[in-house]
């Protein structure tokens, strides 16, 4: 029987031992996971996973923002980037119309807040903005989630959450949006019911809340 010690770092990249467990669970989970070295893998391996054309969501991410993956989609031509193009729609009068592009992109690209050994996936928000296209409603979702982030159990997931990464986005939101952020909702993915729609890139290296 594995056992954890009774505080866990949510800093520290993970062992590969670790990463190992973890990508096993999820891939009987029915996600796709590969092991990379860091986001600069990542960033190569990402056009070989998003088709040319493909409508792209990128949320709101840290990792995302810091990697370079965020500007790759969407300051270049290879893809239909929707981040763009719904920044510059207004936000009452195309509401709608805003709701339903985020909502069912051909891909989704973001991270997630944790990812537990024993297989789960788990997300926060604070809009909620991401969840739909994460939790189904894009074609295809991919995560790169930075080793830091494995933690052994969903109780584990959820006071990392807490605890962890809620400080440190509000005191970003606070600095970029002169407001507040919080826990308004949560997303637990415990497995895909379509395998190959899924694929979470897991790096050795830590990045992002």
Do not use: C, W
Request: cysteine-free.
């Amino acid at each position: 029987m594995t056992t954890h010690p009774s505080t866990t770092s949510f800093t520290d990249p993970a062992t590969d031992d670790r990463l190992m467990r973890a990508a096993t669970a999820l891939v009987a989970n029915g996600f796709g996971v590969e092991i990379l070295d860091d986001v600069a893998a990542a960033r190569t391996r990402i056009p070989d996973l998003v088709p040319d054309g493909a409508s792209v969501f990128t949320s709101a991410s840290e990792t995302l923002r810091l990697s370079g993956i965020e500007d790759d989609i969407n300051t270049g031509d290879r893809y239909r980037a929707l981040k763009p193009q719904v920044l510059a729609m207004d936000r009452l009068t195309q509401a709608d119309d805003i709701r339903r592009l985020l909502a069912s992109p051909d891909v989704v690209l973001g991270s997630v807040a944790a990812v537990t050994e024993t297989g789960t996936l788990v997300a926060a928000s604070g809009s909620g903005s991401q969840l739909p296209a994460y939790s189904g409603g894009a074609a295809h979702a991919i995560f790169v989630v930075g080793g830091q982030k494995l933690v052994p159990d969903l109780a584990t997931a959820l006071r990392r959450i807490e605890q962890h990464a809620l400080p440190l986005e509000d005191a970003r939101a606070r600095r970029v949006y002169g407001s507040p952020s919080a826990i308004n909702r949560l997303l637990v993915l415990n497995a895909d019911p379509h395998p190959g729609r899924t694929t979470v890139l897991l790096l050795r290296q830590p990045i992002g809340f």
